[in-house]
Nanobody
Framework: QVQLVESGGGLVQAGGSLRLSCAAS????????MGWFRQAPGKEREFVAA????????YYADSVKGRFTISRDNAKNTVDLLMNSLKPEDTAVYYC????????????????WGQGTQVTVSS
């Protein structure tokens, strides 16, 4: 049974940092591209960042480019999202997801999802 479990969310002031982690079990993470998405109340789920199977390529939404960094450790089956210079508009539930395909920015292309972790940025 595949499980993705996110951790690291919380409340932070604007300008602060958080590191989200995603622990994968029941799959060999090196065979999946991994992504982070977020969903704010009343809004659609949106792409945040993704990383290729080997970690050599990463992709970011324009809104987080230069502030967020995605990384992975295939030996530990984990994917992290380091979020710096956080803004109130980054407030959302953040989801980790695994993708057997190659359309890494499209949430419909992902096969497995975590339960999400809340990130709240106060102004």
């Amino acid at each position: 049974q595949v499980q993705l479990v996110e951790s690291g969310g919380g409340l932070v002031q604007a300008g602060g940092s958080l590191r989200l982690s995603c622990a994968a079990s029941g799959l060999t993470s090196s065979t999946y591209a991994m992504g982070w998405f977020r969903q704010a109340p009343g809004k659609e789920r949106e792409f945040v960042a993704a990383i290729s199977r080997g970690g050599g390529s990463s992709y970011y939404a324009d809104s987080v480019k230069g502030r967020f960094t995605i990384s992975r450790d295939n030996a530990k089956n984990t994917v992290d999202l380091l979020m710096n210079s956080l803004k109130p508009e980054d407030t959302a539930v953040y989801y980790c997801a695994a993708n057997r395909g190659y359309r890494v920015t499209n949430y419909r292309a992902y096969d497995y999802w975590g339960q999400g972790t809340q990130v709240t940025v106060s102004s």
